[in-house]
């Protein structure tokens, strides 16, 4: 319990760039805590059309900053403002920030009963007032905060990968095999997963198979189709069958991620001619050859834009 309880570390770091939201400058440090004034609130300002507000105060020896949410008269009665923050002082020496928040990252709920959060112990007015720290520097001194609403924008990407998806078997027959009339071939177009898929065969083989070995790939169908950097995941495998001795079926398994760019893989040397044509062997029956592809596992992925 006292793990959980604790109060959260706090980060110090420097930085070349200023704060993005808000820079808060003070001109005769000195005149402004004469005056008296425990704490002194900024100018309201934007973020992500909320308005926000920077309030310094200096309490038991140490500066102090709080971010406070403006016009929450406007907002429904049930409203919530969920907000990473960082708070800056400006070391006017070394032209550098100090950036100041909370190690862990803690998102602050703003809400109707607290409509501000802050460090009370940003830095100690000691060290503040050292001039050789560079922060108070001719009297002078700025202070800045970045805030960044964390806000649902309702967008969602989801990918799930399927194992065994119905219907996952493409089954390509080309019948008269002994006079092919073209050099590729491709099955009809069939829905696996949420993809499209096709069968591309080679009777004579392509490339380096050419006139050596049946060559078989599969193709992803609409590719082009797919968003930027979009890919599909296929784990495959190709099947000719033996009809006389299903020992000597032959198989090819490999898998793949599939895009724009890379439409189609498969095998160049699947089952070389000699043992396709090899009349002891059922691999073409009746001058019909017949290959198989089963997609073992698919990935499929939904936007919800």
């Given at each position: 319990m006292e793990e959980f309880l604790r109060k959260p570390e706090i980060r110090r770091?420097?930085?070349?760039?200023?704060?993005?939201?808000?820079?808060?400058?003070?001109?005769?440090?000195?005149?402004?805590?004469?005056?008296?004034?425990?704490?002194?609130?900024s100018h309201a300002f934007d973020v992500q059309n909320y308005k926000c507000g920077n309030k310094k105060s200096n309490g038991e020896g140490f500066i102090s900053l709080y971010l406070q949410i403006e016009d929450t008269?406007?907002?429904?009665?049930?409203?919530?403002?969920?907000?990473n923050f960082r708070f800056f002082i400006l070391d006017q020496i070394r032209d550098k920030y100090l950036t100041i928040e909370e190690s862990d990252g803690v998102i602050k709920r703003y809400y109707q009963m607290k409509t501000e959060w802050g460090i009370a112990q940003l830095l100690s007015l000691d060290h503040f007032n050292e001039t050789s720290n560079g922060y108070l520097v001719d009297d002078c001194c700025s202070f800045g905060v970045e805030v960044f609403v964390i806000k649902q924008t309702g967008k969602l990407e989801r990918l799930s990968m399927m194992k065994q998806p119905p219907n996952n078997t493409i089954t390509f027959q080309l019948q008269n095999y002994s006079v092919p009339f073209y050099e590729r071939y491709t099955s009809d177009v069939q829905t696996i997963g949420d993809s499209k898929w096709e069968l591309i065969v080679y009777p004579r083989g392509i490339g380096t198979a050419k006139n050596i070995a049946l060559s078989v790939f599969l193709g992803l169908v609409e590719a082009q189709k797919l968003p930027p950097k979009g890919k599909v995941y296929a784990k495959y495998k190709f099947r000719?069958?033996?009809?006389?001795?299903?020992?000597?079926?032959?198989?090819?398994?490999?898998?793949?991620w599939f895009t724009a760019s890379a439409i189609g893989f498969g095998s160049r040397h699947f089952i070389s001619l000699r043992d396709l044509h090899d009349r002891s062997k059922g691999y073409i029956v009746n001058d019909t050859l017949i290959v198989e592809a089963d997609i073992i596992i698919v990935s499929n992925v939904k936007l919800f834009l």
């Open positions: 770091i420097t930085r070349d760039v200023p704060p993005a939201h808000y820079i808060f400058s003070i001109e005769s440090f000195s005149l402004l805590v004469d005056t008296g004034v425990e704490k002194y609130e008269q406007y907002f429904p009665r049930t409203w919530e403002v969920n907000v000719v069958r033996d009809s006389f001795n299903s020992i000597n079926t032959r198989e090819f398994t490999d898998s793949a």
